[in-house]
Protein backbone atom coordinates (compact mmCIF):
# COMPACT_ATOMS: atom_id res chain seq x y z
CA UNK A 1 0.00 0.00 0.00
CA UNK A 2 0.80 3.53 -0.31
CA UNK A 3 2.86 5.63 2.02
CA UNK A 4 1.11 8.23 4.04
CA UNK A 5 2.02 11.78 3.15
CA UNK A 6 3.93 13.43 6.64
CA UNK A 7 0.90 15.66 8.70
CA UNK A 8 -1.48 13.00 7.23
CA UNK A 9 -3.41 11.40 9.88
CA UNK A 10 -6.44 9.76 8.50
CA UNK A 11 -6.78 7.65 12.06
CA UNK A 12 -7.35 11.75 13.39
CA UNK A 13 -10.18 12.07 11.19
CA UNK A 14 -11.99 8.84 12.68
CA UNK A 15 -11.38 10.35 16.17
CA UNK A 16 -12.89 13.62 15.37
CA UNK A 17 -15.83 11.78 13.80
CA UNK A 18 -16.48 10.00 17.00
CA UNK A 19 -15.80 12.74 19.15
CA UNK A 20 -18.56 14.96 16.89
CA UNK A 21 -20.75 11.62 17.66
CA UNK A 22 -20.36 11.71 21.01
CA UNK A 23 -21.34 16.09 21.01
CA UNK A 24 -24.62 15.95 18.81
CA UNK A 25 -26.00 12.44 18.40
CA UNK A 26 -28.29 10.73 20.89
CA UNK A 27 -29.98 7.16 21.15
CA UNK A 28 -31.49 7.66 17.84
CA UNK A 29 -28.86 9.00 15.86
CA UNK A 30 -27.29 12.48 14.83
CA UNK A 31 -29.14 15.77 15.50
CA UNK A 32 -27.36 18.47 13.99
CA UNK A 33 -30.42 19.91 11.61
CA UNK A 34 -29.09 23.05 10.35
CA UNK A 35 -30.13 26.52 12.56
CA UNK A 36 -30.72 24.50 15.97
CA UNK A 37 -28.46 24.71 18.68
CA UNK A 38 -26.92 21.25 18.45
CA UNK A 39 -25.63 22.56 14.57
CA UNK A 40 -24.33 25.44 16.04
CA UNK A 41 -22.34 23.67 18.76
CA UNK A 42 -21.27 21.34 16.24
CA UNK A 43 -19.95 24.46 14.22
CA UNK A 44 -17.96 26.18 17.13
CA UNK A 45 -16.49 22.58 17.65
CA UNK A 46 -15.84 22.42 13.75
CA UNK A 47 -13.93 26.12 14.13
CA UNK A 48 -11.98 24.53 17.15
CA UNK A 49 -10.41 21.54 15.17
CA UNK A 50 -8.54 24.35 12.68
CA UNK A 51 -7.03 26.28 16.05
CA UNK A 52 -3.44 26.50 15.72
CA UNK A 53 -3.53 26.99 11.99
CA UNK A 54 -2.97 29.77 9.93
CA UNK A 55 -6.27 30.51 8.24
CA UNK A 56 -8.88 33.04 8.32
CA UNK A 57 -12.74 32.11 9.02
CA UNK A 58 -16.31 33.98 8.63
CA UNK A 59 -19.80 33.18 7.82
CA UNK A 60 -20.89 34.29 4.46
CA UNK A 61 -24.33 36.04 3.64
CA UNK A 62 -26.08 32.55 3.47
CA UNK A 63 -24.28 31.21 6.75
CA UNK A 64 -22.09 28.98 4.98
CA UNK A 65 -18.75 28.37 6.98
CA UNK A 66 -15.42 29.76 5.29
CA UNK A 67 -12.32 28.48 6.09
CA UNK A 68 -9.06 30.02 4.13
CA UNK A 69 -5.58 28.83 4.15
CA UNK A 70 -4.03 31.87 1.57
CA UNK A 71 -1.46 30.59 -0.73
CA UNK A 72 0.81 32.35 -3.19
CA UNK A 73 -2.06 32.71 -5.73
CA UNK A 74 -5.35 34.01 -4.87
CA UNK A 75 -7.19 30.93 -7.21
CA UNK A 76 -8.55 28.90 -4.82
CA UNK A 77 -8.82 25.20 -4.40
CA UNK A 78 -12.38 24.80 -2.35
CA UNK A 79 -13.32 21.19 -0.12
CA UNK A 80 -16.60 21.08 1.02
CA UNK A 81 -19.50 19.46 2.37
CA UNK A 82 -21.82 19.89 5.38
CA UNK A 83 -21.79 19.66 9.21
CA UNK A 84 -25.65 19.57 9.05
CA UNK A 85 -28.04 16.43 9.71
CA UNK A 86 -31.56 14.73 8.98
CA UNK A 87 -32.70 14.19 12.60
CA UNK A 88 -31.76 10.78 13.50
CA UNK A 89 -29.18 10.69 10.89
CA UNK A 90 -25.86 8.87 10.24
CA UNK A 91 -22.26 9.30 11.45
CA UNK A 92 -20.75 10.05 8.58
CA UNK A 93 -23.17 11.82 6.18
CA UNK A 94 -21.47 15.52 5.37
CA UNK A 95 -19.39 15.39 8.50
CA UNK A 96 -16.91 12.81 6.88
CA UNK A 97 -16.59 15.33 3.71
CA UNK A 98 -15.90 17.92 6.18
CA UNK A 99 -13.52 16.55 8.38
CA UNK A 100 -11.26 14.95 5.99
CA UNK A 101 -11.05 18.23 4.63
CA UNK A 102 -9.65 19.24 7.93
CA UNK A 103 -7.49 16.72 7.46
CA UNK A 104 -5.54 17.74 4.56
CA UNK A 105 -6.08 21.26 4.92
CA UNK A 106 -3.70 20.49 8.58
CA UNK A 107 -1.37 18.28 5.90
CA UNK A 108 -1.23 21.23 3.59
CA UNK A 109 -0.31 23.27 6.37
CA UNK A 110 2.75 20.87 7.23
CA UNK A 111 3.91 20.44 4.04
CA UNK A 112 4.11 24.73 3.36
CA UNK A 113 4.92 26.08 6.61
CA UNK A 114 5.40 29.55 4.37
CA UNK A 115 2.03 29.14 2.29
CA UNK A 116 1.16 26.55 -0.41
CA UNK A 117 1.31 27.56 -4.19
CA UNK A 118 -2.57 28.18 -4.00
CA UNK A 119 -5.01 28.92 -1.85
CA UNK A 120 -7.00 26.37 -0.15
CA UNK A 121 -10.53 26.53 1.21
CA UNK A 122 -12.76 24.44 3.66
CA UNK A 123 -16.56 24.74 3.36
CA UNK A 124 -19.51 23.97 5.53
CA UNK A 125 -22.34 24.55 3.70
CA UNK A 126 -25.54 25.42 5.26
CA UNK A 127 -28.32 22.90 5.59
CA UNK A 128 -27.77 20.95 2.78
CA UNK A 129 -30.42 18.78 4.43
CA UNK A 130 -33.45 20.45 3.88
CA UNK A 131 -34.75 18.37 6.65
CA UNK A 132 -36.91 21.09 8.36
CA UNK A 133 -38.53 23.54 5.29
CA UNK A 134 -38.00 20.79 2.61
CA UNK A 135 -35.58 22.65 0.66
CA UNK A 136 -32.31 20.58 0.25
CA UNK A 137 -28.92 22.08 -0.80
CA UNK A 138 -29.75 25.86 0.72
CA UNK A 139 -26.78 27.15 1.48
CA UNK A 140 -24.64 26.25 -1.98
CA UNK A 141 -28.07 26.80 -4.11
CA UNK A 142 -27.82 30.53 -2.67
CA UNK A 143 -24.02 30.47 -3.76
CA UNK A 144 -24.23 29.32 -7.40
CA UNK A 145 -27.50 31.52 -7.51
CA UNK A 146 -29.60 28.76 -8.24
CA UNK A 147 -31.75 29.55 -4.98
CA UNK A 148 -35.64 30.44 -6.09
CA UNK A 149 -36.03 33.55 -3.18
CA UNK A 150 -39.53 33.49 -3.95
CA UNK A 151 -40.32 29.78 -4.00
CA UNK A 152 -37.64 29.72 -0.64
CA UNK A 153 -39.31 32.90 1.09
CA UNK A 154 -42.81 31.73 1.65
CA UNK A 155 -41.60 28.17 3.06
CA UNK A 156 -42.60 26.88 6.49
CA UNK A 157 -41.47 24.09 8.99
CA UNK A 158 -43.70 22.30 11.01
CA UNK A 159 -44.23 24.64 13.70
CA UNK A 160 -44.77 27.67 10.92
CA UNK A 161 -41.93 29.71 11.41
CA UNK A 162 -41.03 30.45 7.83
CA UNK A 163 -37.50 30.14 6.55
CA UNK A 164 -36.43 33.85 6.35
CA UNK A 165 -38.09 34.19 10.29
CA UNK A 166 -35.24 30.98 11.71
CA UNK A 167 -32.33 32.69 9.21
CA UNK A 168 -33.15 35.86 11.32
CA UNK A 169 -32.78 34.41 14.25
CA UNK A 170 -29.54 32.86 13.51
CA UNK A 171 -28.32 36.15 12.52
CA UNK A 172 -28.63 35.82 8.51
CA UNK A 173 -31.14 38.37 6.44
CA UNK A 174 -32.95 36.05 3.40
CA UNK A 175 -33.22 38.63 1.71
CA UNK A 176 -29.16 38.75 1.12
CA UNK A 177 -28.11 35.45 1.17
CA UNK A 178 -27.01 35.12 -2.87
CA UNK A 179 -24.36 37.62 -1.58
CA UNK A 180 -22.71 34.59 -0.64
CA UNK A 181 -21.95 34.02 -4.56
CA UNK A 182 -19.14 36.49 -3.67
CA UNK A 183 -17.23 33.95 -2.31
CA UNK A 184 -16.87 31.73 -5.84
CA UNK A 185 -14.89 34.65 -7.60
CA UNK A 186 -11.63 33.07 -6.97
CA UNK A 187 -12.68 29.35 -6.81
CA UNK A 188 -10.69 27.14 -9.32
CA UNK A 189 -11.82 23.90 -8.32
CA UNK A 190 -14.02 22.41 -6.00
CA UNK A 191 -13.81 18.73 -4.05
CA UNK A 192 -16.19 17.12 -1.83
CA UNK A 193 -16.16 13.47 -0.47
CA UNK A 194 -18.96 11.69 0.89
CA UNK A 195 -20.54 8.42 1.41
CA UNK A 196 -22.26 6.76 -1.42
CA UNK A 197 -25.31 6.09 0.68
CA UNK A 198 -26.20 3.17 -2.16
CA UNK A 199 -25.14 -0.11 -2.29
CA UNK A 200 -23.09 -0.06 -6.21
CA UNK A 201 -19.70 0.06 -4.78
CA UNK A 202 -20.46 -2.59 -1.84
CA UNK A 203 -21.90 -4.83 -4.65
CA UNK A 204 -19.03 -4.63 -6.58
CA UNK A 205 -16.40 -5.28 -3.34
CA UNK A 206 -14.64 -1.87 -4.44
CA UNK A 207 -14.19 0.64 -1.40
CA UNK A 208 -14.06 3.86 -3.20
CA UNK A 209 -15.44 5.30 -6.83
CA UNK A 210 -15.00 8.38 -8.84
CA UNK A 211 -18.31 10.14 -9.10
CA UNK A 212 -18.73 11.47 -13.15
CA UNK A 213 -21.68 13.75 -12.00
CA UNK A 214 -25.28 14.30 -10.82
CA UNK A 215 -28.59 13.06 -12.81
CA UNK A 216 -30.59 15.05 -14.48
CA UNK A 217 -34.21 14.51 -13.91
CA UNK A 218 -37.64 14.51 -16.47
CA UNK A 219 -40.59 13.63 -14.40
CA UNK A 220 -43.98 14.04 -16.08
CA UNK A 221 -47.79 12.88 -15.90
CA UNK A 222 -48.74 11.17 -18.88
CA UNK A 223 -52.73 11.02 -18.81
CA UNK A 224 -54.73 8.58 -21.89
CA UNK A 225 -58.24 9.55 -22.57
CA UNK A 226 -60.77 6.99 -24.19
CA UNK A 227 -63.88 5.96 -23.34
CA UNK A 228 -65.77 4.29 -20.65
CA UNK A 229 -68.03 1.41 -21.69
CA UNK A 230 -69.72 -1.63 -20.73
CA UNK A 231 -67.90 -4.45 -19.74
CA UNK A 232 -69.45 -7.63 -21.13
CA UNK A 233 -70.77 -5.64 -24.17
CA UNK A 234 -68.53 -4.19 -25.70
CA UNK A 235 -66.63 -6.02 -28.67
CA UNK A 236 -63.02 -5.92 -28.16
CA UNK A 237 -62.73 -4.18 -31.54
CA UNK A 238 -64.76 -1.15 -30.46
CA UNK A 239 -62.99 -0.53 -27.55
CA UNK A 240 -61.53 3.15 -26.63
CA UNK A 241 -59.15 1.45 -23.78
CA UNK A 242 -57.19 4.29 -21.87
CA UNK A 243 -55.32 1.77 -19.65
CA UNK A 244 -54.41 -0.66 -22.73
CA UNK A 245 -52.42 2.15 -24.56
CA UNK A 246 -50.68 3.49 -20.47
CA UNK A 247 -50.12 -0.22 -20.20
CA UNK A 248 -48.01 -0.55 -23.03
CA UNK A 249 -45.67 2.51 -21.82
CA UNK A 250 -44.22 0.09 -19.25
CA UNK A 251 -42.18 -2.15 -21.45
CA UNK A 252 -41.16 0.61 -24.09
CA UNK A 253 -39.90 3.32 -20.93
CA UNK A 254 -37.75 0.47 -19.97
CA UNK A 255 -36.63 -0.42 -23.07
CA UNK A 256 -35.80 3.27 -24.08
CA UNK A 257 -33.73 3.57 -20.91
CA UNK A 258 -31.86 0.34 -21.51
CA UNK A 259 -30.46 1.92 -24.98
CA UNK A 260 -30.28 5.31 -23.42
CA UNK A 261 -26.67 4.47 -22.09
CA UNK A 262 -26.93 4.62 -18.47
CA UNK A 263 -30.19 6.32 -18.11
CA UNK A 264 -33.09 5.44 -15.55
CA UNK A 265 -36.53 5.26 -15.78
CA UNK A 266 -39.57 4.76 -13.09
CA UNK A 267 -43.44 4.59 -13.54
CA UNK A 268 -44.11 4.87 -10.03
CA UNK A 269 -47.96 5.43 -10.29
CA UNK A 270 -51.20 5.00 -12.23
CA UNK A 271 -54.68 5.81 -11.34
CA UNK A 272 -57.39 5.03 -13.69
CA UNK A 273 -60.71 6.05 -14.09
CA UNK A 274 -63.84 4.80 -13.58
CA UNK A 275 -61.56 2.52 -12.03
CA UNK A 276 -64.52 -0.07 -11.22
CA UNK A 277 -64.42 -3.94 -12.31
CA UNK A 278 -66.84 -3.86 -14.83
CA UNK A 279 -65.83 -0.82 -17.00
CA UNK A 280 -63.52 -0.08 -20.22
CA UNK A 281 -60.88 2.47 -18.66
CA UNK A 282 -62.43 6.07 -19.74
CA UNK A 283 -58.76 7.99 -18.16
CA UNK A 284 -55.71 6.18 -17.18
CA UNK A 285 -52.39 8.84 -15.56
CA UNK A 286 -49.21 7.10 -15.11
CA UNK A 287 -45.82 9.34 -14.32
CA UNK A 288 -43.03 8.86 -15.59
CA UNK A 289 -39.30 9.91 -14.09
CA UNK A 290 -36.79 9.01 -16.16
CA UNK A 291 -32.95 10.33 -15.14
CA UNK A 292 -29.62 10.55 -16.97
CA UNK A 293 -26.16 11.85 -16.39
CA UNK A 294 -26.05 13.31 -20.11
CA UNK A 295 -28.66 16.26 -21.22
CA UNK A 296 -28.91 14.99 -24.74
CA UNK A 297 -29.02 11.50 -23.64
CA UNK A 298 -31.94 12.61 -21.26
CA UNK A 299 -33.37 14.73 -24.00
CA UNK A 300 -33.75 11.63 -26.30
CA UNK A 301 -35.66 9.85 -23.42
CA UNK A 302 -38.28 12.06 -23.32
CA UNK A 303 -38.36 12.46 -26.64
CA UNK A 304 -38.98 8.77 -27.30
CA UNK A 305 -41.48 8.23 -24.43
CA UNK A 306 -43.40 11.38 -25.85
CA UNK A 307 -43.63 9.45 -29.40
CA UNK A 308 -44.41 6.09 -28.26
CA UNK A 309 -47.21 7.45 -26.03
CA UNK A 310 -48.51 9.13 -28.95
CA UNK A 311 -48.22 5.92 -31.07
CA UNK A 312 -50.01 3.70 -28.36
CA UNK A 313 -52.65 6.56 -28.09
CA UNK A 314 -53.63 6.51 -31.91
CA UNK A 315 -53.00 2.65 -31.76
CA UNK A 316 -55.77 2.25 -29.09
CA UNK A 317 -58.19 5.00 -30.50
CA UNK A 318 -57.50 7.23 -27.10
CA UNK A 319 -55.96 10.49 -26.76
CA UNK A 320 -52.96 11.63 -24.94
CA UNK A 321 -52.07 14.83 -22.58
CA UNK A 322 -48.69 15.52 -21.19
CA UNK A 323 -47.36 17.15 -17.59
CA UNK A 324 -44.39 18.18 -16.67
CA UNK A 325 -43.67 17.76 -12.92
CA UNK A 326 -40.41 18.75 -12.28
CA UNK A 327 -37.35 19.15 -14.00
CA UNK A 328 -33.54 19.36 -13.25
CA UNK A 329 -30.70 19.27 -15.51
CA UNK A 330 -27.63 16.92 -14.97
CA UNK A 331 -24.65 18.36 -13.53
CA UNK A 332 -21.84 16.84 -15.05
CA UNK A 333 -18.05 17.19 -13.20
CA UNK A 334 -14.98 18.37 -14.92
CA UNK A 335 -13.29 15.90 -17.12
CA UNK A 336 -10.04 16.52 -15.90
CA UNK A 337 -10.87 16.41 -12.39
CA UNK A 338 -12.86 12.91 -13.03
CA UNK A 339 -9.45 11.93 -14.12
CA UNK A 340 -7.88 12.77 -11.06
CA UNK A 341 -10.58 11.63 -8.77
CA UNK A 342 -10.15 8.04 -10.24
CA UNK A 343 -6.20 7.95 -10.22
CA UNK A 344 -5.99 9.12 -6.82
CA UNK A 345 -9.09 6.11 -5.55
CA UNK A 346 -6.11 4.05 -7.66
CA UNK A 347 -3.22 4.78 -6.60
CA UNK A 348 -4.52 4.80 -3.08
CA UNK A 349 -6.97 1.64 -3.24
CA UNK A 350 -6.04 -0.30 -6.45
CA UNK A 351 -8.92 -0.19 -8.27
CA UNK A 352 -11.38 2.53 -8.47
CA UNK A 353 -14.41 2.73 -10.79
CA UNK A 354 -16.37 5.87 -11.91
CA UNK A 355 -20.37 6.03 -11.15
CA UNK A 356 -22.91 8.79 -11.38
CA UNK A 357 -24.64 10.17 -8.29
CA UNK A 358 -28.13 9.25 -7.78
CA UNK A 359 -28.82 11.64 -5.05
CA UNK A 360 -28.27 15.61 -5.24
CA UNK A 361 -25.22 17.08 -3.47
CA UNK A 362 -23.56 20.47 -2.65
CA UNK A 363 -21.09 20.13 -5.77
CA UNK A 364 -24.09 19.57 -7.94
CA UNK A 365 -24.58 23.21 -7.27
CA UNK A 366 -20.87 24.25 -7.74
CA UNK A 367 -20.64 22.39 -10.88
CA UNK A 368 -23.39 24.36 -12.37
CA UNK A 369 -22.39 27.44 -11.05
CA UNK A 370 -19.53 26.74 -13.48
CA UNK A 371 -16.68 25.45 -11.06
CA UNK A 372 -14.71 23.05 -12.30
CA UNK A 373 -16.08 20.06 -9.72
CA UNK A 374 -15.11 16.27 -8.96
CA UNK A 375 -16.58 13.89 -5.89
CA UNK A 376 -15.34 10.89 -4.61
CA UNK A 377 -17.80 8.29 -3.05
CA UNK A 378 -16.57 5.58 -0.45
CA UNK A 379 -18.61 2.33 0.09
CA UNK A 380 -22.08 2.29 2.73
CA UNK A 381 -22.36 -0.88 4.44
CA UNK A 382 -25.52 -1.52 3.75
CA UNK A 383 -25.74 1.10 1.21
CA UNK A 384 -28.04 2.49 4.33
CA UNK A 385 -27.91 6.39 5.34
CA UNK A 386 -30.14 9.15 6.82
CA UNK A 387 -30.30 6.50 9.56
CA UNK A 388 -28.41 6.18 12.71
CA UNK A 389 -26.94 2.49 11.37
CA UNK A 390 -25.38 4.16 8.43
CA UNK A 391 -21.73 2.69 8.66
CA UNK A 392 -18.70 2.24 6.76
CA UNK A 393 -15.52 0.25 7.37
CA UNK A 394 -12.60 2.01 9.14
CA UNK A 395 -10.04 1.15 7.04
CA UNK A 396 -12.12 2.37 4.09
CA UNK A 397 -12.71 6.07 6.24
CA UNK A 398 -9.10 6.09 6.41
CA UNK A 399 -8.15 5.32 2.49
CA UNK A 400 -11.23 8.29 1.49
CA UNK A 401 -8.86 10.62 3.88
CA UNK A 402 -5.60 9.79 1.91
CA UNK A 403 -7.61 9.55 -1.70
CA UNK A 404 -8.87 12.74 -0.54
CA UNK A 405 -5.71 14.14 0.15
CA UNK A 406 -4.15 12.89 -3.44
CA UNK A 407 -7.11 14.15 -5.19
CA UNK A 408 -5.98 17.82 -3.58
CA UNK A 409 -2.22 17.45 -4.29
CA UNK A 410 -3.28 16.71 -7.92
CA UNK A 411 -5.80 19.60 -8.25
CA UNK A 412 -4.10 22.10 -6.46
CA UNK A 413 -0.97 21.48 -9.28
CA UNK A 414 -3.71 21.49 -12.22
CA UNK A 415 -4.80 24.91 -10.76
CA UNK A 416 -1.66 26.24 -10.35
CA UNK A 417 -0.32 25.15 -14.15
CA UNK A 418 -3.68 26.89 -15.39
CA UNK A 419 -2.48 29.96 -13.57
CA UNK A 420 1.08 29.91 -15.18
ZN1 LIG B 1 -24.75 14.50 2.67
Known amino acids: MVSMPPGLDPQRTIRDLEELRSLTADARGAQRVAFTPTWRAARAWLRERFAGLPVEMHEDAAGNLWTTLRGTSDRALVIGSHIDS ?28 SGPPVTVRVVDWAD ?12 SAACSGNLDLDEARVLVDKQGVTLPDALRGVGIDFERVKESGRELATAAAYLELHIEQGPVLLDLGLPMGAVLGTFGVERHAITFHGQAAHSGSTPMNRRHDAFLAAARMAPECYAIAARSGGGVCTIGSCTTKPGIVTSVVEECRITLDQRHLDAAALATMLAEARAAAERFAAEGGVSVSWERLWHIAPAPFHPDLVSFADEAVRETCGTSHRLPSGPLHDAAEMAMAGVPTVMLFVQSLGGISHNKIEDTRREHLELAVQALDRLATKTMAWIANATT
Open 86 to 113: VPNGGWLDGCLGLLSGVEVLRRICHEHP
Open 128 to 139: EEGARFGKSLFG
